[in-house]
């Protein structure tokens, strides 16, 4: 049973900055695929960013030169640092296992329970 563990969330103002962090523990694999969806109010959840088990990443087009999705070293430890926040980037950010497949991150069922970002206008 795979658990993710997601930290770093809170509020910030519109121009800041904030670091997410997600442990996955419990993988058949040593390293995985993994990647950053977020769900804001009253929409569906969507991909922010994803890093293959080999380091190749990809990411949403309106977070591309704000926010860098990188791992720790081989392990399944993944962070999300975001620069220069917008309030529509507001929402709960999930932290997911997936696969990589022909140069895009799919997901899958592992998700951990979310931390909450906030910016203010």
């Known amino acids: 049973q795979v658990e993710l563990v997601e930290s770093g969330g809170g509020l910030v103002q519109a121009g800041g900055s904030l670091r997410l962090s997600c442990i996955a523990d419990?993988?058949?694999?040593?390293?995985?695929?993994m990647g950053w969806y977020r769900q804001a109010p009253g929409k569906q959840r969507e991909l922010v960013a994803g890093?293959?088990?080999?380091?190749?990443?990809t990411y949403r087009d309106s977070v591309k030169g704000r926010f860098t999705i990188s791992r720790e070293g081989t392990k399944n430890i993944i962070y999300l640092q975001m620069n220069g926040l917008k309030p529509e980037d507001t929402a709960v950010y999930y932290c997911?296992?997936?696969?990589?497949?022909?140069?895009?991150?799919?997901?899958?069922?592992?998700w951990g329970k979310g931390t909450l970002v906030t910016v203010s206008s």
């Open positions: 419990g993988s058949i694999y040593s390293i995985n695929s």
């Open positions: 890093i293959s088990d080999k380091g190749a990443t």
């Open positions: 997911n296992e997936g696969v990589w497949y022909e140069g895009s991150y799919i997901g899958t069922e592992y």
